[in-house]
């Protein structure tokens, strides 16, 4: 992976050196930063081609959806939401925002606005697969298993070949506790290089969740690393790495997760990312 990406780069580099003001080049290298876990300078690429470009609602667009990968993967899921939503007020057609805006919600914790977000996003494009996967995963995160079948059936039936089709598939087989195929989804994605980094992230965490379902320590431990690659120090890897330390009725080892850097000390003395809240109140801290 870091191989072809490294190629990718070095070819970015080029279209930029011999014509600097490229917003498409731009674009093109923030994504494969993006690719390779290096947020400051999607992130600043992104933003560079959005300054030269004000007008272009397509880079717009494009530079919204990178910051708002870059701060979900940073564990700034509200940072995420203000994103799209600046973008949204300049162009609300743009679909994708309208979908990556419901994904923030739902991480805050706003389910009844992520589907009204889904639902905006599927009226406005009603052939969209993404749309129909995100709202039959949050069918799964409200615990209506039944409910989410009928909108992965449509989803597939739009693009079984979409990461996000496959991911929502995946979480719900393991909901109906069909592990062995959740895994073999799971694993897909991950190895699919042109999936963004919170669909591949999403994608360990189900292979963990069936790791750990089968006691197979060692597994969850070698996921836990390789979430650290893409996201490191986010309350994301954090929390899935003390649910499993609690699973093993190791608490403080647990606790030493949430609190392993400034950051997350913070969010376990005053907690701010809802993860890190959610798990606090499921172990009654």
Known sequence: MRGDLNAALDAANRLIEASPTDGEALMLRALIHLRRADYKHA????????????????????????????????????????????????????????????????VLDKPDDAKKAFEKALEMDPVSAEACAELARLELHENRIVNAKPWIARAKALNADSPQVRLAQAQWELATIRPDLAEDLAKGIWEDKAASPTVRLQALCVLASVSAAR?????????????????????????????????????????????????????????????????????GR
């Open 43 to 106: 992130r600043r690429d992104a933003q560079r081609a959005a300054e030269l470009y004000p007008d272009s609602p397509q880079i717009d667009a494009a530079s919204a959806e990178i910051e708002f990968q870059c701060s979900w993967m940073e564990g700034k899921p509200q940072d995420a939401l203000k994103a799209l939503e600046w973008t949204l007020r300049k162009d609300a057609d743009s679909v994708g925002s309208h979908i990556a805006r419901g994904q923030a919600l739902l």
């Open 215 to 283: 006691e197979k320590w060692r597994d969850v431990d070698r996921i836990i690393k390789l979430m650290e690659q893409i996201n490191p120090g986010s309350p994301e890897v954090l929390v899935v790495a003390a649910e499993n330390s609690f699973t093993l009725g190791e608490p403080e080892n647990a606790r030493s997760h949430l609190s392993n850097d400034d950051q997350t000390l913070t969010m376990l003395n005053k907690p701010i990312h809802p993860l890190v809240v959610k798990l606090i109140r499921k172990k």
